[in-house]
């Protein structure tokens, strides 16, 4: 029953040795080692015990571009490297011995020096390594998301699914870097990436986290800026995902952010924007950030986030949320309490917003305003 496996390992091994030493001869065969790799990969599926260990290094020399014979190097195409790394996958998924030595090896080759083809699949063989082995690939997982920012459009769409789909199925924790990393991409310059990217917010993050936002917008202001605010250490490590320089896509990402909260997240927010990111510059004296001055200090990380602050204490999604005459009302308010209650018991819960609103607005964010204005007041 086994001779069929033994008949095919020769003819795929024979295909990959029977290389001659110019290039254009192992273009021309493209075809074939493709075929020879794939049929490979899948004898790998079915019976890993039928590929020996010296198949497998054919695979990897050619993975890795380092067949030769002869003494001499064959140059293979790009697409038969792919196909080498996806079979070299699967001998992977049969061998966890192989994924450990080869996990690594697999990451430096998403470097931007490859072409397109190994990139992707080796992204692929990756994606298909965490869910195997989460404890073995989640150490490489920084070099991974890198790709979220690679000059290739679709290589950095393809990272959003993928990545998307391990958090989705419980085999990445979402956290950390990986949260300002998949937040940068929803200012990504392509629509379809950015589409890509607020769908997996809006239908699997929120609906398991709906207070992400909301937790996390001061810190996200801190990251994008790369500003070193105090008690907010989630820019370490995502200084590569900063936006300090484009002021439009930081707007674009609060917009979004905003638009998927509550007036009642809102308004906690400008809280925290208020007491955290501003009141970091009236703090008493030894604890306060550095005051931003002239040009240099507003162009500063700094200095952008102080901005970014204010802007966001004065757009019109923040509006609604700060007017204690419309607090507790809107469609989502309105709906909400229409639900089960008496005109009468509706009334009074607006009127407890708006007493809670009013008690912020006095003893949390006008005391750090009036201060502001104060420390910042021009001299003289």
């Not at 979402?174 to 998949?182: A, I, K, T, W």
């Not at 809280?271 to 955290?276: A, G, M, R």
Request: charged residues 20%; glycine residues 8%.
């Amino acid at each position: 029953q086994d001779a069929w496996k033994a008949r095919l390992l020769r003819t795929v091994v024979s295909a990959l040795e029977q290389l001659e030493v110019q290039p254009e001869a192992a273009t021309s065969s493209s075809s074939q080692i493709c075929g020879a790799l794939f049929l490979l990969g899948e004898l790998a599926l079915v019976d890993e015990a039928a590929v020996p260990e010296s198949a497998t290094s054919l695979v990897q020399a050619a993975a890795l571009n380092a067949l030769e014979r002869g003494g001499q190097r064959i140059l293979l195409p790009p697409a038969a490297r792919g196909h080498a790394f996806v079979a070299l996958g699967k001998l992977c998924m049969q061998r966890e011995a192989l994924a450990k030595r080869l996990t690594e090896l697999f990451v430096l080759h998403l470097d931007e020096r490859q072409p397109y083809v190994v990139r992707n699949n080796v992204l692929i063989v990756f994606s298909d390594i965490c869910a195997r082995y989460t404890s073995l690939a989640e150490h490489f997982l920084p070099r991974v998301t890198d790709l979220l920012r690679d000059p290739n459009e679709l290589l950095r769409k393809q990272a959003v699914m993928l990545l998307a789909s391990l958090i989705s199925e419980g085999f990445l924790r979402f956290r950390g870097d990986l949260l300002h990393r998949f937040l940068y991409v929803l200012s990504d310059p392509a629509d379809g990436v950015r589409t890509a990217m607020e769908l997996v917010f809006v239908r699997v993050l929120l609906p398991r986290q709906p207070l992400l936002f909301q937790q996390h917008f001061v810190d996200t202001i801190s990251v994008l800026n790369g500003c070193e605010s105090p008690g907010h250490q989630g820019y370490v490590g995502s200084g590569g995902f900063s936006l300090k320089a484009m002021p439009d896509r930081r707007a674009a990402l609060y917009n979004f952010m905003l638009s998927q909260m509550t007036p009642e997240q809102k308004l906690v927010v400008c809280t925290q924007i208020v007491t955290l990111l501003l009141g970091g510059f009236v703090a008493p004296e030894g604890q306060a950030m550095a005051l931003p001055v002239g040009e240099a200090g507003l162009q500063s990380p700094e200095g952008q986030a102080m901005s970014d602050g204010l802007r966001l204490l004065c757009c019109k999604e923040m509006r609604g949320c700060l007017n204690p005459r419309t607090a507790g009302q809107g469609p989502q308010q309105d709906e909400a309490l229409a639900e089960g209650s008496s005109p009468g018991d509706q009334e009074a819960t607006r009127s407890q917003v708006r007493e809670k609103l009013l008690r912020l607005l006095s003893e949390e964010i006008c005391p750090v305003l009036i201060q502001r204005s104060v420390t910042w007041r021009p001299s003289g």
